[in-house]
C-alpha cells in the first residue's frame, strides 16, 4: 500500500481545483509521483492501494465518478469534515 503525502492541483489556492498529481512513499521507502489518471487506472485495475495518514490512522484512497462524467480520487468516509488529500502540501 503506497502512502500520498503531496499533491499537485491546477490552482494551488482554490479548494475546489482538480488535483493534477499525486506523490508519497512505497512501502519499502522509495518516493512516487504520477497523474491523477495514473493513479485512478492503478486503483481501478487493482494493481496498487493508496493512503493518506489522517492522525495516526490510515484512510484508504479510492475512486469516484462526479456528476459530469469525470473520474478523480478521494478517500473513503472517516468522520473528518477537511478533504484528506486537498489538504495535503505540494509536491515538489
Known amino acids: 500500500m503506497n502512502r500520498i503525502t503531496c499533491i499537485s492541483k491546477d490552482d494551488r489556492e482554490n479548494p475546489y481545483e482538480r488535483i493534477t498529481h499525486l506523490g508519497g512513499t512505497t512501502s519499502s521507502g522509495g518516493t512516487w509521483k ?18 493518506v495518514n489522517v492522525g495516526g490512522d490510515k484512510v484508504k484512497v479510492i475512486t469516484a465518478t462526479s ?6 480520487v478521494k478517500t473513503e468516509a472517516d468522520g473528518d469534515e477537511p478533504n ?4 495535503l502540501p505540494e509536491c515538489k
Do not use: P, W
Request: charged fraction near 20%; proline fraction near 0%.
Open 84 to 87: 484528506n488529500l486537498l489538504s
Open 67 to 72: 456528476r459530469y462524467g469525470n473520474k478523480y
Open 34 to 51: 504520477r497523474t491523477q489518471k495514473e493513479v485512478i487506472s492503478m486503483i481501478d485495475a487493482g494493481t496498487h492501494s493508496f493512503y
